[in-house]
């Protein structure tokens, strides 16, 4: 008899991949059926395998950024070269934030020669936001011949897109699902859609995905009866609370929180990304002194109704707290906000009338309880969830995928509320392919909106992964990883001040523009003695400075501007009233205005050239 499959994680046989598309037509002596299965088995083991390596690899990011789409890319050579599939890896990249190199440029280059007639393991179908397919060109030149991606890209002006262009290039690309049914790729699957999770809900909802998290008691108390709350659960509990933190774009409280507990909501003792604090009030009823008013630990944003508190909404302001008004306040339209913004994912830390809400309003997604191993009892004590209209058991929420972890003393329970979304049935064919997202419809409205890198006019944004030349005081050509970065240090650059100096360098040298930004926008609040006295008045020259080299360095992204000619462009950032459009049109689009400006520039310019050679002939 043969032996039985091998599990996912067992070592690999020496048989050749599965013989899919590109191997050769087979002998006439064939290998009996049995251990042709086996040997089918065993390679389809180590694809989910490696499959799974690269979801792992794709969320290392997680909690030092900004959360983006998560890409994981690991390339294994298809002989054995060691006992265990971890000895045939050959590299390994992931996109550690938006606007840096992408996952398979980076394992690319990690693996080198060794490259050349392996297969690449993706999480997710390449997403590009270079503006070139540069992600795709990475495992065409490096001589990749076979790709495993395990789920397609969510966006619908990107799904489908790097996939076709890598069968262009003679590729064999197996997608999950698709090209490989075996029941050994479950594992690798679900860990390929959760590491993207947030991604998934966002693009199938429109609303980031949101977690709730709370911590209880034995017998279900958020807090005693008085309020008190500190701390219901233990300290190793309330560290994986600042790790959830650092993977969210915002954290949500209520103004009942504020008042009761006056946190500061930061992933301290974590190092890497601070979320956005978010206070939900109606009537904007908040103490004039709060840890969330000092905006130098992280970002705060009070969410309150039209009109409300309007003197103490200028204090807030003052102090550097945004203020956004709602016609009325409720989660789902907090929800779509945060969607405007870009965010991906959002951490709800509120009190039970907050969460009740919120799960009414089906904003919730996900569900993080910790229970702590005490009682407390109280009749009026508070409870995660107020009242959600339930009179029945039989009409209670089930948990679907749930997980149980022991941490010290507590217990972590979690599962989701609603199942993460699967979209990978919604296949389009070759021809079927959009280059634009249909939902946006640019051209309907002749107007053309950009934010993230991953829009579909993503490379318009000052985080897009372009570096640029640009000359400084003494005329020595400097490298600016992006527009961010220049922008950014320019703040401080011309200051006679060894600190100015430092903060330049330090701009500089910072991993993403994302971390480019933070430190230059924090610099500017502490040190503003530091920033040069003519900024106000340079800064717009100063970016389009930058733009212009960035578009006319890379020809493509020239090609992509003048390819909107006839339409407005628009900086969608909901916040920044300044370089966007703000979140009702009030903004002054001031990248917009540039990108036009530059784009009529090119056109000029082209026209001009077309001319000289029609009189030359």
């Not at 389809?44 to 890409?71: E, I, W, Y």
């Not at 020669?113 to 179908?125: C, D, K, M, P």
């Amino acid at each position: 008899m043969p032996p039985p499959p091998q599990p996912p994680l067992a070592a690999p046989a020496p048989a050749a991949p599965c013989p899919i598309r590109l191997r050769p037509a087979p002998t006439r002596r064939r290998l009996p059926a049995a251990p042709r299965a086996v040997s089918l088995a065993a390679s389809h083991a180590h694809d989910a395998a490696f499959l799974s390596r690269a979801a792992d690899v794709a969320d290392r990011s997680a909690g030092l950024t900004c959360p983006h789409p998560n890409f994981g890319c690991v390339i294994a050579r298809p002989e054995p070269e060691a006992d265990g599939p971890e000895a045939r890896v050959v590299g390994e990249g992931f996109l550690y934030a938006q606007g840096t190199r992408c996952a398979e440029l980076l394992a690319a280059e990690e693996a080198g020669e060794r490259a050349r007639g392996a297969t690449a393991y993706l999480n997710l179908e390449p997403g590009d936001c270079y503006g070139d397919s540069t992600a795709v060109a990475s495992l065409v030149q490096a001589g990749i011949t076979r790709v495993v991606v395990g789920l397609r890209h969510p966006l619908k002006h990107l799904r489908g897109k790097a996939i076709q262009s890598l069968r262009s290039e003679g590729i064999q690309v197996d997608v999950v699902g698709e090209d490989l049914q075996s029941k050994l790729f479950k594992e690798a699957l679900t860990s390929c859609l959760i590491v993207n999770a947030p991604l998934l809900y966002r693009a199938a909802f429109r609303v980031p995905f949101s977690v709730l998290k709370y911590a209880m008691t034995a017998d279900g108390k958020i807090a005693a009866s008085s309020g008190h709350a500190s701390w219901v659960s233990g300290r190793a509990s309330r560290g994986r609370v600042f790790e959830l933190r650092g993977r969210s774009d915002a954290v949500i409280v209520g103004g009942n929180t504020v008042r009761r507990d006056d946190p500061r909501l930061t992933a301290r003792h974590v190092k890497g990304h601070v979320p956005v604090r978010i206070v939900m009030s109606q009537t904007c009823n908040l103490p004039e002194e709060a840890n969330l008013w000092n905006v130098h630990e992280a970002y705060t944003i009070v969410a309150t109704q039209r009109g409300a508190r309007r003197d103490f909404q200028k204090k807030l302001a003052m102090k550097g707290v945004e203020v956004v008004e709602f016609d009325m306040l409720n989660p789902r339209d907090v929800m779509s906000y945060c969607y405007d913004r870009g965010y991906l994912s959002v951490l709800w830390e509120c009190g039970g009338t907050l969460s009740a809400a919120a799960i009414s309003a089906r904003v919730i997604h996900k569900v993080y309880a910790f229970c702590a191993p005490k009682i407390i009892g109280g009749v009026t004590a508070p409870t995660p969830v107020g009242d959600l209209g339930m009179n029945q058991m039989t009409q209670a929420i089930d948990l679907i995928d749930v997980s149980y972890e022991q941490i010290d003393r507590d217990m972590l329970m979690s599962g989701f509320i609603q199942p993460i979304p699967d979209l990978s049935p919604v296949i389009p064919s070759a021809d079927e392919i959009p280059s634009d997202d249909p939902e946006v419809s640019p051209y309907e409205t002749n107007i053309i909106s950009f934010y993230k890198t991953w829009d579909t006019f993503g490379a318009f944004s000052n985080f897009s992964p372009h570096p640029i030349d640009m000359p400084d005081e003494k005329g020595d050509c400097l490298t600016w990883p992006t527009v961010e970065h220049y922008y950014q240090a320019h703040k401080f650059v011309g200051v006679e001040n060894p600190q100015a100096s430092n903060i330049v360098q330090e701009i500089k040298r910072a991993r993403s523009p994302e971390e480019a930004a933070r430190i230059g926008r924090t610099r500017q609040r502490e040190f503003p003695e530091l920033l040069r006295p003519d900024w106000e008045s340079m800064k717009i020259d100063v970016m389009y400075r930058a733009l212009k080299c960035k578009f006319s360095t890379y020809a493509h992204l020239t090609e992509m501007l003048l390819s909107t000619a006839g339409s407005v462009l628009v900086e969608a950032s909901p916040h920044d009233l300044f370089w966007g459009g703000g979140r009702e049109g009030e903004g002054l689009n001031y990248l917009g205005r540039l990108l036009m400006q530059l784009r009529s520039e090119i056109l000029g310019t082209v026209r001009t050239s077309v001319e000289a050679r029609g009189q030359e002939v």
